[in-house]
């Protein structure tokens, strides 16, 4: 059995193409989710590493 005859038997749905409509909508969702959650990593870095750098310089004025 493939999987989209699957998907289609566990929700009750006998048209292909409404199966292939709610495989897109899933995959589009995920592809969302994932780059949302790749730009939230590349800010979060980028502000870490900024805070980061601004309190090892401030350690190190203070021990000169």
């Known amino acids: 059995m493939s999987f989209p005859l699957l998907l289609s038997l566990y ?5 292909t193409t409404d199966t292939r409509y709610y495989i897109m909508t ?4 995920w ?3 994932f780059i949302l959650g790749l730009i939230a990593f590349i800010i979060m ?3 870490f590493t900024i ?3 601004k309190d090892i ?3 190190l004025k ?3």
């Open 11 to 15: 929700n009750g749905i006998n048209n």
């Open 26 to 29: 899933w995959k589009f969702l």
């Open 31 to 33: 592809q969302i989710t």
């Open 45 to 47: 870095f980028l502000i």
């Open 51 to 53: 805070r980061g750098y």
């Open 57 to 59: 310089m401030k350690i």
């Open 62 to 64: 203070k021990k000169n």
